[in-house]
C-alpha cells in the first residue's frame, strides 16, 4: 500500500464493517476558483478592494497553518487544502469508504461587505461547489445564502435545487449581526421548509464577527476554537423563542461543528427558565426543550474527549435518554487539523446500532440519503 | 404564578446542619440611603439632576417573575431586599444559616469614572454600616466602580478591602472586554493583596455590546437561557490569559449561572489545550484541573430537575468541593433543593450546605446561631 | 565475487534492523520506512537521529508528517520563550507535541505519571553502525535487514507530504559505509 496514504487495513475497521459511513461537513476552500465564478464587476472589486471585512487574525492559527487546516493535506498540484476535488476525493471519500460528504463551504463569507457582493458571493460559492458536486457522486453540498437578504436568499435556494437535487441543505452562518430566530430570516426557513430542506448553521471561516464573544473579542485561537458549542448556545434559544417552530413546523436544523454534550444541560436550563418567564412568550406551544429535541440535528465534532474513556458513554447514554439518539450525525471537518478519522473517533464499546446511527443512518434519515449502493451497503 | 413551580421551602426544612448562602442579593432602594455617604460635590450632582438610579442595564425587570419571588416581595410596596429585616426574616433567621454573603448589584460598571467611585464607595459604606456592622452573620461583596479606570477600581479594594467583612469583589459577568485580559491585572494584584475572591456575577452594562456573538437577544427569556455562553466565555479566558498563573492563589466564583455547563465545557477546553498548548503556554497541566482548583459555582439556578441525572454532572466534575449552596434571594428560580441534595450523596452535603463556603470565603467558625423561628 | 551471498535473516534476536544508509538521511531530513508492517520516521536533527513511530497515539495520524520545533515555555504571561535544545515533533492533525528523543508526550508536563498517563508514541533505538562492524553481526543474526520491497519515502517539509518512493538499496553492506540500525522491541520512554 503506497505510503501516500494512511493504512487503513482490516484490523483498523474493527467494529465498524459493513457500516456505512456519512461525513456531514467538509470544507472545500478554493478563493481564486470562486472569484472566478464572480460576474466581472464584482472580480474587479475583489481585486481592488478584497475582502474588507476578512479580520487578519484568522490567517494566525495553529503553529500558524494556513485557514486551519492539517498539515499533510496539501494537493500534489499546489493550492491550498480543500482547493481539489480530486485529492479530496482521495484522501477522505475513498480513504474511508464513505458513501456520502456534505461540503459546507465557509470560506467566502464575510459580512461588512456590500449586499450585493454578498449575494453574488454565495451565488459564485454554491456554482464552485457545482464542480465537485461533477467531480464525484459521492459529494453532496449546501447551498450558500446571505441570510440578510431573504428574497435573494430565497431564489438562490430555488435555483440551487433546479440545479441539482444533490444541495441538499441552506446553509447560514452563525455570526449573523442578528440572533438565528430573528424574523428576517424566516423567508428563507419558509423556502427551505417548503422544499424538505434543513437549514444548517456553521461558523463562517471569515466572519467579521469571527473573534466575538458575548464579551467582547477573545484574545487566543484557543478560546475561539474552544468556543464552538457556544454558538449553538446562542442559536438554540433564539430559534425557539422567536416562534420559529411554531410558524413552520417541519423546518429541521443541523447545527454544524458545535458538539453536541451541551444539548442535555441546555434542554433543563430552557424548560427551568421557561417554567418561570412563560408569560413572557404566551404563544409558544410547547415546552421549549420540545422544540430542541424536535427540530436540532447535532454533529460529532468537535470530538469529546472527556477525562476518561467510560465518560464518553455515560454523557452519550444521557443524550440518548433525553431523547436524542436519533440526532447525532458524524462528521470529519476534513480538511482542518481537528478532523477525526470515523475508525479512529467512533468508541469502540457503543452498541453496533449507536454506531450506525451515528456514522450514516441518522445522517440518511435527515437528508433523504440512500445507502444501499457503495462498498458499505447496509 | 404557575402552579407547576415548586413551593418555597426553606433550606433548613430538607437539611438539618449548618448552612451558608452564597449568593444574597441586596438592592439599593433609592439613592436617597446613599446620600448620607457622598461627598457634598455629588449630593449636588444627584439633587440637581433628580436623580435617583444609575443608567445601566438592570438584569431583573422590576415585575419579571424571576426577578423576585412572591413570598419575597414585600406587600407595602417596598422593594424586594432592600432591607435588613427583610433578609433577616426570610434567609438569616430561617435556621440553620450561619453567614450570608451580600451581592448588591448596583450597575455602576461602566460610565462617568469619578461619579461611579462617588458611587461605589457610598454603596461600600452602606453595606458596612447598615448591614455587616448590624448584623454579625452577613458578609459582603465589594461593589466596584466602571472598569474604564482600573486604577480606581483597585484603590476602592484596596479602601475597604480590610474590613473583616468584605469577603469578595463583584465583578459582572457582562463586562464588555473580558476579564482575564491583561489590563485588568491592576484589579486582581488588588483582589489577591486583599485576599478576597473574584465573584463572577449575572449583570453588567457590557460596556454596550451584545451579550452574544450574534447580536441582541430579542427577549429576556432568550437572554437568560443563553447566558450561559457569556461565564462560558469568561472562564475559558482567564484561563487561558493565565490569570491562574499570574495569581496562583486567586480564588474566582461564578455566581448565579448553575454549574451543569461545567464539565462538558471543561473536556472542550482540556481537549483543545492538548494541542494548541503553545500557544498558551503558560497553562502547564489541563484546564480542568486548574478550575478544580480555583473556581466554585454556586446551586442557583440548578436548572436540572432530577437528581439521578444531576448525580453524572456532579461525578464528572470529579470534586465535591466546586460547589456552593446559593438561595439567589430574592430571585426565583424553579428549584427544588432535594434534588442535589440527593444527587450529592449523604457524605458530600455538609459540604455543599457550608463547609466549601466556610473553606472558600475563610469564613469564622459561627459565632452565633440563629434561633430558628 | 563468484556467488551472491546468501541474503540475511530478516530477524534477528535483539529486534534489530539496518534500514538505510546515513547518507540517505542528511541533516534536516527525515526518511519514514516501513519495517514489519510498521512505519517508523527516522529524522536527522542537527545531526542527530530519532525513530519515531508514523502513528499518533491521539486519533491515529501520521505522526512523522508533523512540523518539528523548539520547545515554547512560560512560567507566567508574558514571559514566553524558546527551548531551541528539546525538539518536539508535532502531529499534523491536533497538534499533539512529542518529545522526539523519547517519545513522550508533552501536554501534561506538570503532573507526573502514573496519576496523569498521557499517551506517548512509540520511540525507537537508532544507532549508526559502520559496514565493517555490521557484516559480522549480520553473518551472526545479531542484526536483520530491512525488505527491500519495503516503502520508504522522504517528507517534503513545506507540503509535509511524503515523496517517494525511496528504495532502501542496504544490502549487501559496504564495509566503508555508515549505516541506520533500528533496534524494534518496543522502547516507551523510562525516563521524564
Redesign the interface.
Known sequence: MPLESATIDVASRQGLEGLAIVDCDVHPDANADVVRHLPERWRQYVELTGFRGWPTETMIRLTNRPMANRLDTTPPGGGIAGSDPDFAREQLLDEYGLSYAILNNISLCSGGMPGEFEVELARATNDYNETWLEADPRWLSSINVYALNPGASVREVERCRMKSDRFVQVLLDTHLERPAGNPVYWPVFEAAEALGLPVAFHITGRSKHGKSSGVGPVTYYYEQRTSLDILGQTVVPSLIFEGTFDRFPKLKVALIEMDWTWVVPMAWRLDATWRVLRDEVPDLQRKPSEYLRDHFWFSTQPNLEPERPEQFYEAYDQFVRAGFGDRLMFATDYPHWDMDSPFESTPRDLPRESKQRILSGNAAALYGLDLSAGENAL | M?P??HPLRAPSELWDGPIVDVDVHVEVPGVEVLRPYLAPVWRQYVDERGWSQPFGTFPYPRN???SARPEWRPDDGRAPASELSLIQEHILDRGGVEHAILNCLFPIDSGPPDLSVALARAVNDWLVAEWLDADPRLRASIVLPARNDPAAVAAEIDRVGGHPGFVQALLP??????Y???LYWPVFEAIERNDLVAGIHWGGS??G??????????????E???E???F???L??MV????F??FPALRVSMLEI?F??V???L????????????????I???P??IVRDHVRFSTA?????RSE?LE??LR?L?SDDMVLYASDYPH????DLTVILEAMGEESRAKLMADNARAWYRLDPAETMADGD | MATEPDPPRKRSRQGRVVVARVSDIPENSRLIVTVRGREIGIFNVAGKLYAIGNRCPHRGGDLCKGDIIGRVYAERPGEVALDPTMKFITCPWHGWEFDIETGQSWYDPASPPPATPSPDARHFGVEVANGADLEAQLAEGQVGVVDERAQAAYVDPTTHRVRGPFQADVFPVDRDDEYVVLTLRSARATQR
Request: hydrophobic content about 35%; aromatic content about 12%.
Open positions: 404557575s407547576t413551580l419579571s417573575p424571576a459577568v457582562r463586562s464588555g472586554m473580558l482575564g485580559k491583561r457590557n460596556e455590546l451584545p451579550p452574544t456573538p450574534s447580536g441582541w437577544p430579542t427577549r429576556y427569556i432568550e437568560y437561557v443563553s450561559i455562553q457569556v462560558e466565555s469568561q475559558i479566558n487561558a490569559e493565565g490569570l498563573q499570574k448553575g451543569t455547563w464539565p462538558m465545557w473536556w472542550d477546553m482540556d481537549r483543545n489545550w492538548k494541542g494548541i498548548r503553545r500557544e498558551v503556554p503558560w502547564s497541566r489541563p480542568f484541573q439556578p440548578l436548572d436540572a430537575d441525572e453524572h454532572v464528572w470529579g426565583m428560580h424553579d428549584d
